[in-house]
């Protein structure tokens, strides 16, 4: 880990050293590297770019990091390094599609697939005594439970086993899951690193050279290696990180307590909130509370539709992480239809708090 504040970190890191550079590691469109240097071609050895990435996210998580060319890819490489017949313990809700993934292996008859609680701590200790691999979500997506990774990361579990945390919606500033005690830290970059929402990108985090070396080969292979455009928009963005972090999360907060008043709301779901399930873990746990907030309106699938499309300031839209707010209804998600119809799953920006509140207090009214 590095010595710097994270803050200093995320400026300093990934820069040109030599006399004469560029300040910031430009785009670099090559395929192919003139031989005897240190890289000669970018699917196998990447870009200056993408070591500049990798090497700023690498010192936020307490390791060495791989990017990928998108999320599911990063996720899909973790997969890619287990024995048929394997034994997959993952959460019961969560991204869907990590869960299809898992899903499509069982069906191809790769693994095994068990299903539990984010917060049921005792279950995944004892299923991580015979997991091959163990993936968790902390906060959740939707439903923003935390899991006590203190307690489950340290369990007993198989020398060759994973611990894998996704740890897209905490991100490196909140919880570094490798410290903890897990085997691979996973990031969406699409979302908080890069911010803007106009790239797509993953990566993942570990401090096992072995299995650096394993994951690298398996990017190698599948074709998984980010484009330079990505990783340089990736590299802009990530230096805003904790600007972004800060303004967004307090806006969360005050929103999570507007929204928890509010008469036309049913429930909200945010960590920081004292009637959160899981609120004392992730007090204990998280640096700070997040940017998400899910809540379900008094009504139905169609009261929760209608609201998102009275909003004015805050998009209607999928992803999350970026500069502007944005929400969705997760219910109409194919894959997370159990969840309640009428649950709103909100990404909180960086734009006026008073603007952000007045917009949904017009929303919440009309619809």
Excluded at 227 to 244: D, I
Excluded at 309 to 335: C, D, F, N, W, Y
Aim: proline share 5%.
């Amino acid at each position: 880990m590095n010595s710097l504040n994270p803050k200093s970190w995320l400026i300093a890191a990934g820069r040109p050293v030599e006399p004469g550079s560029p300040l910031n590691v430009p785009p670099m469109p090559a395929s192919s590297y003139l031989a005897g240097g240190d890289r000669h071609y970018s699917r196998e050895d990447g870009t200056p770019t993408t070591t500049a990435l990798e090497t700023i996210v690498g010192g936020l998580e307490g390791g060495q990091s791989l990017a990928f060319s998108s999320g599911m890819a990063a996720a899909a490489a973790v997969f890619d390094t287990l024995p048929t017949g394997a034994h997959v313990v993952m959460l019961d809700e969560g991204y869907q599609g990590v869960a299809g993934l898992a899903a499509a292996g069982v069906e191809k008859g790769r693994w095994q697939l068990q299903r539990l609680a984010v917060d049921d701590t005792a279950a995944w200790c004892n299923a991580a005594e015979t997991a091959d691999l163990l993936w968790l979500e902390s906060p959740s997506n939707p439903l923003l439970t935390v899991a006590d990774l203190k307690a489950i990361c340290v369990a007993p579990r198989q020398a060759h086993a994973l611990l894998v945390v996704d740890n897209t919606f905490a991100t490196p500033l909140n919880q570094q899951p490798l410290i903890l005690g897990a085997d691979v830290s996973m990031q969406s970059a699409t979302k908080f690193i890069g911010g803007h929402s106009d790239l797509l990108a993953g990566i993942l985090t570990v401090q096992d050279v072995a299995l650096l070396d394993k994951l690298r080969k398996i990017r190698t292979l599948g074709g998984a290696s980010p484009g330079t455009l990505e990783t340089w928009l990736a590299v802009r963005g990530v230096r805003t990180l904790a600007l972004r972090v800060e303004r967004a999360q307090d806006n969360a907060s005050q929103l999570a307590y507007f929204l928890e008043s509010h008469r036309a709301v049913e429930k909200v779901r945010y960590p920081g909130l004292s009637s959160h399930p899981t609120h004392d873990i992730a007090a204990a746990q998280l640096k700070g509370f997040g940017t998400m907030i899910s809540f379900d309106l008094k009504g139905d699938a169609e009261t929760a539709d209608e609201l998102c499309t009275r909003l004015k300031l805050i998009q209607h839209a999928t992803s999350l992480g970026g500069v502007e707010s944005t929400i969705e209804r997760r219910g109409k998600t194919p894959g997370q239809e159990y969840l309640p119809p009428s649950l709103l799953r909100l990404s909180v920006g960086i734009e006026s708090f008073e603007d952000l509140q007045a917009d949904l207090e017009q929303a919440l009214v009309r619809a």
